[in-house]
Protein backbone atom coordinates (compact mmCIF):
# COMPACT_ATOMS: atom_id res chain seq x y z
CA UNK A 1 0.00 0.00 0.00
CA UNK A 2 1.45 3.54 -0.27
CA UNK A 3 2.42 5.23 2.59
CA UNK A 4 1.95 8.82 1.83
CA UNK A 5 -0.77 10.38 4.50
CA UNK A 6 -0.64 13.92 3.71
CA UNK A 7 -4.12 16.25 3.09
CA UNK A 8 -5.90 15.15 0.24
CA UNK A 9 -6.53 18.26 -2.04
CA UNK A 10 -6.58 16.71 -5.34
CA UNK A 11 -8.95 13.33 -6.73
CA UNK A 12 -7.70 11.91 -9.73
CA UNK A 13 -10.52 9.83 -11.35
CA UNK A 14 -10.60 7.28 -13.61
CA UNK A 15 -13.50 7.44 -15.92
CA UNK A 16 -15.36 3.69 -17.43
CA UNK A 17 -16.93 1.81 -14.66
CA UNK A 18 -15.74 4.62 -11.98
CA UNK A 19 -18.06 7.97 -13.36
CA UNK A 20 -20.16 6.02 -15.91
CA UNK A 21 -21.04 2.16 -17.00
CA UNK A 22 -21.38 -0.04 -20.33
CA UNK A 23 -25.24 -0.80 -19.91
CA UNK A 24 -25.12 -3.85 -22.34
CA UNK A 25 -23.58 -6.89 -23.42
CA UNK A 26 -19.54 -5.45 -23.88
CA UNK A 27 -18.53 -7.96 -26.05
CA UNK A 28 -21.29 -8.47 -28.21
CA UNK A 29 -21.90 -4.69 -28.70
CA UNK A 30 -17.73 -4.10 -29.36
CA UNK A 31 -18.42 -6.66 -32.10
CA UNK A 32 -21.20 -5.16 -33.43
CA UNK A 33 -19.24 -2.03 -33.61
CA UNK A 34 -16.45 -3.57 -35.53
CA UNK A 35 -19.62 -4.40 -38.27
CA UNK A 36 -20.58 -1.03 -38.15
CA UNK A 37 -17.16 0.18 -39.21
CA UNK A 38 -16.50 -2.71 -41.89
CA UNK A 39 -19.60 -1.56 -43.28
CA UNK A 40 -18.10 2.13 -43.68
CA UNK A 41 -14.93 1.28 -44.55
CA UNK A 42 -17.07 -0.96 -47.42
CA UNK A 43 -19.36 2.00 -48.25
CA UNK A 44 -16.08 4.41 -48.08
CA UNK A 45 -14.89 1.93 -51.47
CA UNK A 46 -12.92 -0.64 -49.73
CA UNK A 47 -13.87 -4.50 -50.75
CA UNK A 48 -13.65 -6.35 -47.49
CA UNK A 49 -16.03 -9.71 -46.40
CA UNK A 50 -17.68 -7.38 -43.37
CA UNK A 51 -17.42 -10.69 -41.07
CA UNK A 52 -14.23 -11.70 -41.56
CA UNK A 53 -12.70 -8.03 -41.09
CA UNK A 54 -14.88 -7.71 -37.94
CA UNK A 55 -13.41 -10.97 -36.47
CA UNK A 56 -9.71 -9.95 -37.75
CA UNK A 57 -10.16 -6.62 -36.41
CA UNK A 58 -11.21 -7.97 -33.07
CA UNK A 59 -8.63 -10.49 -32.92
CA UNK A 60 -5.74 -7.70 -33.32
CA UNK A 61 -7.93 -5.68 -30.65
CA UNK A 62 -7.57 -8.35 -28.14
CA UNK A 63 -3.33 -8.70 -28.85
CA UNK A 64 -3.09 -5.05 -28.62
CA UNK A 65 -4.65 -5.17 -25.21
CA UNK A 66 -2.58 -7.83 -24.21
CA UNK A 67 0.75 -6.02 -25.29
CA UNK A 68 -0.47 -2.75 -23.79
CA UNK A 69 -1.06 -4.59 -20.54
CA UNK A 70 2.92 -5.49 -20.37
CA UNK A 71 4.60 -2.21 -21.50
CA UNK A 72 1.89 -0.01 -20.76
CA UNK A 73 2.13 2.06 -24.20
CA UNK A 74 -0.82 3.40 -26.01
CA UNK A 75 -1.06 3.14 -29.59
CA UNK A 76 -3.15 4.62 -32.16
CA UNK A 77 -6.28 2.13 -33.22
CA UNK A 78 -5.93 3.63 -36.62
CA UNK A 79 -2.80 1.91 -36.92
CA UNK A 80 -4.31 -1.87 -36.31
CA UNK A 81 -7.19 -0.67 -38.90
CA UNK A 82 -4.48 0.17 -41.69
CA UNK A 83 -2.75 -3.18 -41.05
CA UNK A 84 -5.44 -5.11 -41.52
CA UNK A 85 -6.13 -3.42 -45.00
CA UNK A 86 -2.70 -3.61 -45.90
CA UNK A 87 -2.36 -7.05 -45.37
CA UNK A 88 -6.05 -7.34 -47.73
CA UNK A 89 -4.20 -4.96 -50.33
CA UNK A 90 -7.12 -2.26 -49.53
CA UNK A 91 -5.05 0.17 -48.02
CA UNK A 92 -6.09 3.14 -50.50
CA UNK A 93 -7.50 5.91 -48.43
CA UNK A 94 -6.19 8.99 -46.44
CA UNK A 95 -6.25 8.71 -42.17
CA UNK A 96 -9.06 10.85 -42.76
CA UNK A 97 -11.20 8.56 -44.31
CA UNK A 98 -10.61 5.79 -41.93
CA UNK A 99 -11.21 7.88 -39.09
CA UNK A 100 -14.33 9.14 -40.03
CA UNK A 101 -14.98 5.53 -40.60
CA UNK A 102 -13.77 4.42 -37.00
CA UNK A 103 -16.34 7.52 -35.38
CA UNK A 104 -19.20 5.90 -36.91
CA UNK A 105 -18.33 2.49 -35.01
CA UNK A 106 -17.34 4.78 -31.62
CA UNK A 107 -20.80 6.50 -31.77
CA UNK A 108 -22.56 3.19 -31.73
CA UNK A 109 -20.93 2.09 -28.02
CA UNK A 110 -20.84 5.47 -26.99
CA UNK A 111 -24.95 5.65 -26.12
CA UNK A 112 -24.34 2.46 -24.23
CA UNK A 113 -22.27 4.14 -21.85
CA UNK A 114 -24.63 5.77 -18.97
CA UNK A 115 -23.94 7.83 -15.94
CA UNK A 116 -23.20 6.57 -12.35
CA UNK A 117 -26.57 8.19 -10.44
CA UNK A 118 -24.06 9.66 -7.76
CA UNK A 119 -21.59 10.91 -10.15
CA UNK A 120 -22.99 14.36 -10.55
CA UNK A 121 -23.47 14.71 -6.68
CA UNK A 122 -20.39 13.78 -5.61
CA UNK A 123 -18.17 15.78 -7.99
CA UNK A 124 -20.65 18.75 -7.10
CA UNK A 125 -19.49 18.02 -3.27
CA UNK A 126 -16.06 17.74 -4.20
CA UNK A 127 -16.04 21.36 -5.96
CA UNK A 128 -17.91 23.15 -2.91
CA UNK A 129 -15.21 21.83 -0.58
CA UNK A 130 -12.21 22.86 -2.42
CA UNK A 131 -10.80 19.56 -3.74
CA UNK A 132 -9.16 19.86 -7.03
CA UNK A 133 -10.40 17.36 -9.61
CA UNK A 134 -8.29 15.20 -12.39
CA UNK A 135 -9.65 12.95 -15.09
CA UNK A 136 -7.10 9.90 -15.83
CA UNK A 137 -8.72 7.51 -18.62
CA UNK A 138 -6.88 4.05 -20.04
CA UNK A 139 -8.64 4.66 -23.89
CA UNK A 140 -7.27 3.75 -27.31
CA UNK A 141 -9.31 6.50 -28.62
CA UNK A 142 -9.40 9.91 -27.26
CA UNK A 143 -11.92 11.64 -29.52
CA UNK A 144 -14.07 9.08 -28.06
CA UNK A 145 -13.31 9.61 -24.63
CA UNK A 146 -13.61 13.39 -25.39
CA UNK A 147 -18.04 12.11 -26.53
CA UNK A 148 -18.30 10.71 -23.53
CA UNK A 149 -17.16 13.30 -21.28
CA UNK A 150 -19.37 15.79 -23.18
CA UNK A 151 -21.91 13.24 -23.73
CA UNK A 152 -22.26 13.05 -19.78
CA UNK A 153 -21.52 17.06 -18.44
CA UNK A 154 -18.47 16.08 -17.17
CA UNK A 155 -15.94 18.41 -18.24
CA UNK A 156 -16.33 21.19 -16.35
CA UNK A 157 -15.26 19.81 -13.08
CA UNK A 158 -11.91 18.67 -14.40
CA UNK A 159 -9.57 20.97 -14.44
CA UNK A 160 -6.86 18.54 -16.04
CA UNK A 161 -7.80 15.34 -17.96
CA UNK A 162 -5.54 12.68 -19.56
CA UNK A 163 -6.82 9.98 -22.01
CA UNK A 164 -4.02 7.46 -22.18
CA UNK A 165 -4.34 7.35 -26.37
CA UNK A 166 -2.93 11.04 -26.11
CA UNK A 167 -0.46 10.74 -23.81
CA UNK A 168 1.02 7.16 -24.87
CA UNK A 169 1.44 6.24 -21.35
CA UNK A 170 -1.14 4.44 -19.80
CA UNK A 171 -2.42 3.61 -16.00
CA UNK A 172 -0.53 1.87 -13.80
CA UNK A 173 2.24 3.81 -15.18
CA UNK A 174 3.28 5.92 -12.66
CA UNK A 175 4.72 8.90 -15.31
CA UNK A 176 0.97 9.50 -16.17
CA UNK A 177 0.19 10.37 -12.29
CA UNK A 178 3.04 12.99 -11.92
CA UNK A 179 2.18 14.19 -15.49
CA UNK A 180 -1.30 14.84 -14.08
CA UNK A 181 -0.33 16.33 -10.72
CA UNK A 182 2.41 18.58 -13.00
CA UNK A 183 -0.68 19.99 -15.25
CA UNK A 184 -2.43 20.61 -11.92
CA UNK A 185 -0.05 22.63 -10.70
CA UNK A 186 -0.52 20.17 -7.36
CA UNK A 187 2.13 17.66 -5.39
CA UNK A 188 1.35 14.74 -6.47
CA UNK A 189 1.43 13.51 -2.40
CA UNK A 190 -1.95 15.64 -2.00
CA UNK A 191 -3.39 13.75 -4.37
CA UNK A 192 -5.38 10.46 -4.28
CA UNK A 193 -7.02 8.01 -7.08
CA UNK A 194 -10.38 6.63 -7.40
CA UNK A 195 -11.04 3.97 -10.02
CA UNK A 196 -12.62 0.46 -10.67
CA UNK A 197 -9.20 -1.40 -11.79
CA UNK A 198 -6.52 -2.88 -9.15
CA UNK A 199 -4.15 -2.89 -11.92
CA UNK A 200 -4.50 0.16 -13.43
CA UNK A 201 -5.51 2.61 -10.48
CA UNK A 202 -4.60 1.17 -7.34
CA UNK A 203 -1.10 -0.54 -8.63
CA UNK A 204 -0.45 3.16 -10.60
CA UNK A 205 -1.28 4.96 -7.66
CA UNK A 206 0.70 3.07 -5.51
CA UNK A 207 3.44 3.10 -7.96
CA UNK A 208 3.30 6.88 -8.11
CA UNK A 209 3.28 6.79 -3.82
CA UNK A 210 -0.06 7.97 -3.38
CA UNK A 211 -3.64 6.22 -1.58
CA UNK A 212 -5.69 4.18 -4.07
CA UNK A 213 -9.12 3.85 -3.47
CA UNK A 214 -11.28 1.13 -5.34
CA UNK A 215 -14.72 1.59 -5.71
CA UNK A 216 -15.73 -2.18 -6.11
CA UNK A 217 -19.50 -1.91 -7.18
CA UNK A 218 -19.31 -3.71 -10.75
CA UNK A 219 -15.69 -5.33 -10.43
CA UNK A 220 -16.41 -7.87 -7.25
CA UNK A 221 -14.70 -10.16 -10.04
CA UNK A 222 -11.14 -8.44 -8.83
CA UNK A 223 -11.56 -8.90 -5.50
CA UNK A 224 -9.50 -12.34 -5.66
CA UNK A 225 -6.27 -9.85 -6.92
CA UNK A 226 -5.95 -8.36 -3.60
CA UNK A 227 -5.54 -11.68 -1.82
CA UNK A 228 -2.57 -12.34 -4.58
CA UNK A 229 -0.82 -9.06 -4.95
CA UNK A 230 0.01 -6.91 -1.77
CA UNK A 231 0.89 -4.05 -3.90
CA UNK A 232 -2.84 -4.46 -5.26
CA UNK A 233 -4.55 -3.84 -1.84
CA UNK A 234 -6.36 -0.44 -1.97
CA UNK A 235 -6.54 2.12 0.86
CA UNK A 236 -9.85 2.25 1.03
CA UNK A 237 -13.04 0.49 -1.14
CA UNK A 238 -16.12 2.25 -1.54
CA UNK A 239 -19.44 0.65 -3.49
CA UNK A 240 -20.47 3.80 -4.40
CA UNK A 241 -19.23 7.65 -4.78
CA UNK A 242 -21.46 8.22 -2.07
CA UNK A 243 -18.78 7.11 0.48
CA UNK A 244 -16.07 9.00 -1.06
CA UNK A 245 -16.65 12.11 0.88
CA UNK A 246 -16.34 10.27 4.07
CA UNK A 247 -13.46 8.33 3.47
CA UNK A 248 -11.96 12.24 2.38
CA UNK A 249 -12.75 13.74 5.64
CA UNK A 250 -11.54 10.69 8.15
CA UNK A 251 -8.49 10.98 5.78
CA UNK A 252 -7.72 14.80 6.28
CA UNK A 253 -8.26 14.96 10.08
CA UNK A 254 -6.05 12.08 10.79
Request: charged letters at 25%; one cysteine or more.
Amino acid sequence: MAANSKPVKAVFFDLGYTLIYFSGDFLKETFTSYLILADELIQAGCELDRQNFAAEFEKRIHQYFAQRSQDYLERPIIDILRAILTDAGENRYSDAVYLKCMEAMYRFTERLWLIEEDTHDLLNWLVEHDYRLGLISNASSAWDVNNLIDNHHLRPYFSTILISASEGIRKPDPAIFRRAAERMQINLANTVMVGDTLDADILGAHCAGIRGIWISRRKEVERALIAHYENMRPDAEIHSLRELPAVLTDWNQE
